[in-house]
């Protein structure tokens, strides 16, 4: 069919309209192409919001006498995280706990299918290690208290979910360090950020628990959610205004 | 201009077109490709990732810190300030000086090479050397070693987690003190900058 229109009269024209045509059709094709592939991993976007206290300590907590960390079971794509944690001052060092959902497996930890799962972290001088954490039943949402810290100071940090311990991490020479609330998403706008804490603390060089105070916002990468409750020890990340 | 596209039409016949308008088709279809890989950034950055990026020179060295001289900071930790003196760190190329702060006695020293160095001091009763051999059995990643007869460890950059800033780290302990050394450098470097580490006294003016 292409042989048929070379040489005749104006065949200059059609070839020139079927060279563009190809260009098109290339372009076309391709573009279809791959908007499918991402259609089932487009999770272009690292969405995060942190906030610390004002002093540092030997580990964080979230419940205590109050309720706790909220946790939700909703649809997710991509990847979820709400956690609490303490980092070192170089920032190449930290210990983290919460739950997240990650149904396509795109983080270090173990893919979850329907419910959310504990997390359980930590990361040495940029190696990451998760443990390996049993699933939360519902009903949902709810709310958990969780605590990581190293409270005699002998670099190994303990996690605890409800009273219960969980497993620990021997981070070396990190002792102490800078609080951490935390919320992150994977998605550009389907997966939900919403994040609630309610009773911050912080442990202080007694071993004892201080409520965060002089609350800061570290990051706000997210366009949708905001962080409420500044400067005090519940914090809210939700969309719209506080 | 007309001579060559007339040049270029007698040329094309049969196959050779068809040849042609498959050429062109995948030259559209590469530049699709070629275009959405240069937009899209899967993974900016690892996730369950609580800190800042420690590579880039903007950020502090450390949060919360603040910058001091070599003596300043020396004189906080120590009668002598373990440290590197090689020609991709030494004194004369130190850049910046950092001291943690409310209870991490810290310190932080950033080079012109790029090349920053994290000391710190072990907890009583710890063994850095067992520390070290647990930390590269347990995560799979680095290497227990010594350097100068001294226990270290290594890890190379491609072993961090996917997004982690692609960082080289070696880490060393002189008795109680621990040197962190993070580069973006091939680990070989990273340990040979390593080999020149030890306490120096700090000259005045420093």
């Known amino acids: ?242 | 201009m007309k001579g060559a596209v007339r040049f270029v039409l007698t040329r094309l016949r049969g196959r050779a077109l068809l040849a042609a308008c498959v050429a062109v088709f995948l030259a559209g279809s590469g530049a699709v490709v070629l275009s959405r890989a240069l937009t899209v950034d899967e993974t900016p950055r690892t996730f369950f990732d609580l800190g800042f990026d420690p590579t880039d020179p903007k950020e502090d060295l450390l949060q919360p810190g603040h910058q001091v001289t070599l003596e300043e900071a020396s004189a906080t930790v120590g009668v002598g300030l373990i440290r590197p003196r090689h020609p991709l760190a030494s004194d004369a190329s130190l850049a910046e000086v950092w001291l943690g702060e409310a209870g991490a006695t810290e310190v932080g020293l950033r080079y012109e090479s790029g090349l920053r160095a994290y000391i710190t001091t072990w907890p009583a009763g710890k063994d850095p050397a067992a520390f070290y051999e647990k930390l590269a059995s347990e995560a799979g990643a680095g290497r227990s070693q010594t350097i100068n007869g001294f226990p270290a460890w290594a890890v190379s950059a491609n072993e961090h987690s996917t997004g982690s800033p692609p960082t080289a780290v070696v880490n060393l302990s002189i008795g109680r003190v621990e040197i962190s050394l993070h580069g973006d450098f091939p680990l070989e470097t990273l340990i040979a900058i390593a080999e020149t580490v030890s306490i120096q006294p700090v000259t005045a003016g420093a």
């Not at chain 1, 200059?12 to 290339?26: K, T």
């Not at chain 1, 192409?33 to 690292?46: F, G, Q, R």
């Not at chain 1, 100071?153 to 219960?164: D, E, I, T």
């Not at chain 1, 021997?170 to 609630?196: Q, V």
Request: with cysteine; hydrophobic share 35%.
């Open chain 1, 1 to 242: 069919m292409v042989a048929i229109v070379v040489g005749k009269e104006g065949s200059g024209r059609r070839v020139v309209f079927l060279l563009a045509a190809s260009l098109i059709l290339g372009a076309v094709t391709s573009t279809l192409l791959v908007s499918t592939a991402h259609a089932n991993h487009d999770c272009p976007s690292d969405n995060q919001i942190r906030a610390k206290p004002g002093t540092n300590g030997r580990g964080t907590r979230v419940g205590g006498s109050d309720p706790g960390m909220r946790v939700s079971n909703t649809d997710i794509d991509c990847v979820r995280v709400s956690s609490i944690g303490v980092i070192n001052s170089s920032s190449t060092t930290f210990a983290e706990i919460g739950w997240y959902e990650d149904p396509m497996g795109l983080s270090d930890c173990p893919a979850t299918s329907g419910q959310p799962r504990i997390l359980v972290y930590r990361k040495f001088n940029g190696v990451p290690m998760c443990q390996t954490q049993p699933v939360i039943s519902g009903p949902f949402p709810r709310n958990d208290e969780f605590i990581v810290n190293d409270s005699d100071q002998n670099g190994v940090w303990r996690y605890f979910r409800n009273g219960s311990f969980l497993g620990s991490f021997d981070l070396g020479s990190f002792i102490t360090g800078e609080g951490r609330a935390n919320s992150e998403r994977k998605s550009g706008h389907h997966d939900s950020m919403y994040a609630l804490f309610l009773g911050l603390d912080r442990m202080n060089s007694s071993q004892g628990w201080t409520n965060w105070a002089n609350t800061t916002q570290l990051e706000n990468s997210d366009a949708e959610y905001h962080l409420c409750g500044l400067p005090g020890d519940d914090l809210e990340m939700k969309i719209g205004t506080c």
